[in-house]
């Protein structure tokens, strides 16, 4: 089991940016897909961004494509989403998860999960 602690949320005005960081204990990373995942009140919890265990492969939640990137550093045993061109749709709690596979990307498919950090997005 790996255990997940995520940081670098807050309050930022719209257009503004963030970068989140997930850091990983307890096993290596090297052989995980690692996701972000969102929950704003009221609503699913959804995948906004995922990445292989190489960094390879990426995947993006349709409404974040080209604003968001995610990456991983396995040495330093952390991933990222760097958030940028923040509007208040993007106001949630943001979770970081793990898989043991690659292509799924449901909450049900990561085994894995940090305490979620909040982000809010100002107008």
């Known amino acids: 089991q790996v255990q997940l602690v995520e940081s670098g949320g807050g309050l930022v005005q719209a257009g503004g940016s963030l970068r989140l960081s997930c850091a990983a204990s307890?096993?290596?990373?090297?052989?995980?897909?690692m996701g972000w995942f969102r929950q704003a009140p009221g609503k699913d919890r959804e995948c906004v961004a995922a990445?292989?265990?190489?960094?390879?492969?990426?995947y993006y939640l349709d409404s974040v494509k080209g604003r968001f990137t995610i990456s991983r550093d396995n040495a330093k045993r952390t991933v990222y989403l760097q958030m940028n061109s923040l509007t208040p749709d993007d106001t949630a709690v943001y979770y970081c998860?793990?898989?043991?596979?690659?292509?799924?990307?449901?909450?049900?498919?990561?085994?894995?999960w940090g305490q979620g950090i909040q982000v809010t997005v100002s107008s």
């Open positions: 990445i292989n265990w190489s960094g390879g492969s990426t």
């Open positions: 307890g096993r290596t990373l090297s052989w995980l897909t």
């Open positions: 998860a793990a898989a043991n596979s690659w292509g799924v990307f449901g909450a049900r498919a990561f085994g894995s």
